[in-house]
C-alpha cells in the first residue's frame, strides 16, 4: 500500500509542477461542444482519448499509416501499458495482455470489431484463435483503467476495439499492394461512396507469404489470409422528423496457415533458430469467419440517442497439429519433450526425423472445434446542459450467446526417412466431443458530470451468466445423448467504477480511478470468477511542446483464474483454475515532441514509450502437473516482461516520409519464479528496429518501402506452446499506393 501513496503523491505534485509552469501560456480551458459517440467506438478520436477520466489511446488512421503494418504485434507494442508475446512472427494468433493480465492468446481483455464483441466465444472460450486483420483497419482504441465498465465481460485490464473502414463522406476508393521477403505479398482494395440517403464501402484484402522458417523440401511454412468486408447504409431525409440511419455490414475471412505447436530445444534453437523439425511437416491451420451485423441509430431529439446493433460471429476452425510422441508404448505430450529433452532423447529422435518409428509413433491432433456468437445490444445516450454543468448518461443493455462445439480426433503417422505417413485414422471425436456454452445479460450505466473543469464519471455494470457444458463423450459421436454429462456454473456480479479528470488550462489535466476488475469463471460447478480492485492515477501536460502522459497503477488481485490452454503449454482442456491473490503494478510514460515545430515545410515527431509491470503472486499454490508449476509467494508471473519501451522518430514533408521504430521487448519468464531470467526459465530481451518509407509521386500515387527488423536480430519470442520460437527475421518490402 506504501507503493501506491508514494506514486500517487509524486504524479499529484508532478502533475501541479507541469501546471504552474505552463499557466502562463493559457488564460483559459479548451472547450468543445460535447457531441454523440458512435456505439462502434470508444472514443472516435484522439481529442476524447485525451481527456477521459482514465488511461486510454487512440490509434489513428494516420498512425496506422506510417508503417502500414500487417501485424498487430507491433502496431500495439507503441502503446504504454500493453504487454506482448509472439509466436508465429507474423501477427495471426497474437497474445495479448493489458496491465498485466494472462497474456495467453489475449483472453482476458474485452476485444472488439466495431463495438461488438469479436472473439470466437467471449464467454465460453475467450481464446483469440480469431483476430481481425489490422491491415484492413482504420483506427485502434485502446481503454485501460477505470470508468471501463461499459465494456465487459473483462474489466480488469480494460478493451480494445478495432474500428474498420467506415463508409466516406464522398466517393473514395484506394489500392495498396506490396512486395518483399520470403515470397510476401499483400493485396488492399477499398471502395465507397455516400450520396444523400445512402452510402456504401467494399474492400479486399489479402496476405500471404511462404514463411521464414526452415522445413524439409522447402516446404511452405507461411500462410494465406484473405477478407471481405462490405457495408451498406441508408438513413432519413434531412426534413425527417427524426434523424435515422441503419447500416448492415457483412466480414467473411478464411485462413490456411502451416503453423505449428513445435518448437525448438534450447539447443537447436542457438544451433539453427528458424528451423522447423521434420514432425511438424503436416500441421496446419484453417479456418473460416463470418459476421452479419446491422445497426439502428436514431435521434429522438438533441438530448436523446439510440444506438442497437443485432450481431452474430460464426467462426470454424481445424488446427491439425502434433500433439503426442509416442515410444515404447508410452505417450508424452510435446511440450513435456520439449522443455526436458535430455530426458526424452528417444523421442526427439522420432520428433527431428532421425529414426525411423513404428507406427502411430505420431499422434497429430485434429483441434476441429466451431463457434457462435451472437446477440442484441442497445446503448441510450443522454446529454443536457444546466448552469455551468454538462450532464451525459450513457446506460447500454446487451443479451449474448456463445457456444464453443468441439469435435476432435487424432491420426496416427510413422516417420520413416524424414517422412510422415498415415497408419491410423482416428474417428471423428474419439478425442472431444463436447459443447460449451454460455447465456449472458449485461447492463452498464455510465454518468458523466462535467463541472467547469472538473469531469467525474461513475458507472456500474451488472453481469448476469450462465456457463454450461453437455459432454457426449468419446464414445457417441452421433451425439444420442447416451453417456451425456452436463454441468452448468451460474455467476451475478456488480461491476463499480469512478474515474475522475481535472483540466487547470488547455496544457495540463490529472486523471484517477478505481474500479472492480472482472473476468467469468469456467462452467466447472462453483468455480468462482476472477475478481480485483484496480486504481490507478495520471496526468497529461504539454511543456514547451513536449506532450506527455504518465500513469501509476495498481491491480490488487482477490483471486486470479488461470486457464489450462495448450498455447501455453497445457493440456488444452480449457478448464480454469484458482490461483489466489495477486499483485499487479506498475508505471506506464508517453512522451511525444516535434523537433521541428516551427518549420513549415518539414516535421520532425519523435515518441517515446515506456512501461514498467511487477506482476507476482501473494500466496503459494499448485503441482508440478498445474499450467505454472508449483507457486510459491512473491513468485513473478510468467509471460509478463518488467520492463518494455518503444521510441520512434519520423522526418515527414509534402514529397516524402521517413519513420524508424524501434523497441525494447523485456525478457519475461516462462515459468513463476523469482531467479534470473535465462534461456532456461524464460525469453531474454531484444531490441529491434523497423524503418518504412514513402515518396508521393503524385497527390494520389505513393511508392512504399519497409525493413522489418532492419538489424537482422536473431530472436527468440516465446518458450510456448513447444520450445523456442523465433521472431521474424530481416525482411523487405516494396509497393505502391494509389487513391482516388
Given at each position: 500500500m506504501n507503493y501506491k501513496i508514494l506514486l500517487l503523491s509524486l504524479l499529484f505534485l508532478g502533475s501541479l509542477n507541469a501546471q504552474e509552469s505552463v499557466a502562463k501560456k493559457s488564460d483559459s480551458i479548451q472547450k468543445l461542444e460535447q457531441v454523440f459517440i458512435s456505439t462502434k467506438v470508444i472514443f472516435?478520436?484522439?481529442?476524447?482519448?485525451?481527456?477521459?477520466?482514465?488511461?486510454?489511446?487512440?490509434?489513428?488512421?494516420?498512425?496506422?499509416?506510417?508503417?502500414?503494418?500487417t501485424d498487430i504485434n507491433r502496431v500495439l507494442r507503441t502503446v504504454p501499458g500493453v504487454t506482448i508475446y509472439e509466436e508465429d512472427g507474423y501477427g495471426l494468433r497474437?497474445?495479448?495482455?493489458?496491465?498485466?493480465?494472462?497474456?495467453?492468446?489475449?483472453?482476458?481483455?474485452?476485444?472488439?470489431?466495431?463495438?461488438?464483441?469479436?472473439?470466437?466465444?467471449?464467454?465460453?472460450?475467450?481464446?483469440?484463435?480469431?483476430?481481425?486483420?489490422i491491415a484492413r483497419m482504420q483506427a485502434v482504441e485502446i481503454l485501460k483503467g477505470s470508468s471501463q465498465v461499459q465494456y465487459g465481460p473483462f474489466t480488469t485490464g480494460g478493451a480494445i476495439n478495432f474500428v474498420s473502414t467506415q463508409i466516406p463522406n464522398e466517393f473514395r476508393g484506394s489500392l495498396k499492394t506490396s512486395y518483399g521477403s520470403f515470397d510476401t505479398h499483400n493485396t488492399?482494395?477499398?471502395?465507397?461512396?455516400?450520396?444523400?440517403?445512402?452510402?456504401?464501402?467494399?474492400?479486399?484484402?489479402?496476405?500471404?507469404?511462404?514463411?521464414?522458417?526452415?522445413?524439409?523440401?522447402?516446404?511452405?511454412?507461411?500462410?494465406?489470409?484473405?477478407?471481405?468486408?462490405?457495408?451498406?447504409?441508408v438513413n432519413s431525409k434531412e426534413t425527417a422528423k427524426y434523424n435515422q440511419s441503419l447500416t448492415f455490414k457483412f466480414q467473411y475471412s478464411d485462413e490456411v496457415s502451416n503453423e505449428t505447436y513445435l518448437g525448438l530445444t534450447v539447443a537447436d534453437f542457438a544451433k539453427s533458430p528458424f528451423a522447423?523439425?521434420?514432425?511438424?511437416?503436416?500441421?496446419?491451420?484453417?479456418?473460416?469467419?463470418q459476421q452479419y451485423m446491422a445497426t439502428h441509430e436514431i435521434e429522438f431529439s438533441d438530448v436523446l440517442?439510440?444506438?442497437?446493433?443485432?450481431?452474430?460471429n460464426g467462426f470454424s476452425r481445424n488446427w491439425y497439429k502434433l500433439n503426442d510422441v509416442v515410444f515404447g508404448g508410452d505417450k508424452v505430450k510435446i511440450a513435456s519433450i520439449l522443455n526436458q529433452p535430455e530426458n526424452y532423447s528417444n523421442y526427439m529422435d522420432i520428433i527431428k526425423g532421425n529414426s525411423n518409428s513404428g507406427a502411430d509413433a505420431l499422434l497429430v491432433k485434429a483441434n476441429n472445434r466451431a463457434y457462435v456468437s451472437k446477440g442484441i445490444q442497445t446503448k441510450l445516450d443522454f446529454h443536457w446542459n444546466g448552469a455551468q454543468v454538462f450532464h451525459d448518461l450513457e446506460i447500454g443493455l446487451r443479451y449474448h450467446y456463445d457456444e464453443e462445439d468441439r469435435f476432435q480426433w487424432k491420426d496416427g503417422y510413422n516417420i520413416v526417412g524424414g517422412q510422415m505417413n498415415l497408419t491410423t485414422s482416428g474417428a471423428p471425436g474419439s478425442d472431444a466431443n463436447r459443447i460449451s456454452s454460455t447465456k449472458a445479460f449485461a447492463a452498464s450505466v455510465l454518468?458523466?458530470?462535467?463541472?467547469?473543469?472538473?469531469?467525474?464519471?461513475?458507472?456500474?455494470r451488472y453481469e448476469d451468466i450462465t456457463l454450461s457444458r453437455d459432454n457426449f463423450g468419446t464414445s457417441d459421436p452421433n451425439r444420442t445423448g447416451a453417456d451425456i454429462s452436463s454441468r452448468e456454473n451460474n455467476v451475478s456480479i456488480f461491476i463499480p467504477g469512478i474515474g475522475m479528470h481535472y483540466k487547470f488550462n488547455n496544457l495540463t489535466s490529472i486523471f484517477a480511478g478505481i474500479h472492480k476488475g472482472f473476468s467469468p469463471p469456467g462452467n466447472t460447478v462453483g468455480q468462482k470468477a476472477e475478481e480485483s480492485i484496480n486504481y490507478e492515477i495520471g496526468t497529461r501536460f504539454n511543456y514547451k511542446g513536449i506532450r506527455s502522459e504518465i500513469v501509476a497503477f495498481y491491480n490488487d488481485y482477490s483471486n486470479l483464474l488461470g486457464s489450462d490452454l495448450a498455447a501455453s503449454g497445457g493440456t488444452g482442456s480449457?478448464?480454469?483454475?484458482?490461483a489466489g491473490e495477486v499483485s499487479v503494478k506498475g508505471f506506464e510514460l508517453l512522451l511525444n515532441y516535434d523537433l521541428l515545430d516551427n518549420n513549415s515545410k518539414f516535421s520532425l515527431p519523435i515518441t517515446f514509450g515506456y512501461t514498467y509491470t511487477d506482476a507476482s503472486f501473494l500466496n503459494s499454490f499448485g503441482s508440478d502437473e498445474d499450467l505454472w508449476g508449483t507457486v510459491e509467494s512473491g513468485?513473478?508471473?510468467?509471460?509478463?516482461?518488467?520492463?518494455?519501451?518503444?521510441?520512434?522518430?519520423?522526418?515527414?514533408?509534402?514529397?516524402?516520409?521517413?519513420?524508424l521504430n524501434g523497441r525494447q521487448n523485456g525478457a519475461f519468464r516462462t515459468v513463476a519464479g523469482t531467479e534470473t531470467i535465462n534461456t532456461s526459465n524464460g525469453v531474454t530481451s531484444n531490441f529491434i528496429v523497423d524503418f518504412s518509407g514513402k515518396y508521393h509521386i503524385k497527390n494520389n500515387l505513393s511508392i512504399t518501402g519497409m525493413l522489418i527488423n532492419a538489424l537482422d536480430k536473431t530472436y527468440a519470442v516465446s518458450k510456448v506452446p513447444a520450445g523456442l520460437r523465433p521472431g521474424h527475421p530481416f525482411g523487405i518490402y516494396g509497393g505502391i499506393e494509389f487513391r482516388f
Open positions: 472516435g478520436n484522439k481529442y476524447e482519448a485525451e481527456n477521459r477520466s482514465g488511461s486510454s489511446y487512440y490509434v489513428s488512421p494516420k498512425e496506422l499509416e506510417k508503417f502500414s503494418y497474437p497474445n495479448i495482455s493489458l496491465r498485466g493480465t494472462s497474456p495467453e492468446r489475449s483472453a482476458k481483455i474485452s476485444i472488439m470489431e466495431d463495438g461488438v464483441l469479436i472473439a470466437p466465444a467471449p464467454y465460453s472460450a475467450p481464446a483469440a484463435y480469431y483476430f481481425p486483420s488492399h482494395v477499398k471502395i465507397g461512396d455516400r450520396k444523400a440517403q445512402y452510402g456504401y464501402t467494399v474492400e479486399y484484402l489479402n496476405n500471404n507469404s511462404n514463411g521464414f522458417k526452415d522445413l524439409l523440401n522447402d516446404k511452405n511454412t507461411g500462410f494465406d489470409k484473405n477478407d471481405v468486408v462490405a457495408k451498406f447504409r522447423r523439425y521434420a514432425a511438424s511437416q503436416n500441421d496446419k491451420m484453417t479456418n473460416k469467419h440517442k439510440v444506438s442497437t446493433s443485432g450481431y452474430y454518468y458523466k458530470l462535467k463541472y467547469k473543469n472538473l469531469t467525474l464519471t461513475p458507472g456500474l480449457l478448464d480454469q483454475f484458482n513468485d513473478e508471473l510468467p509471460y509478463i516482461a518488467k520492463h518494455q519501451f518503444n521510441t520512434s522518430i519520423s522526418l515527414e514533408h509534402d514529397k516524402f516520409e521517413l519513420h
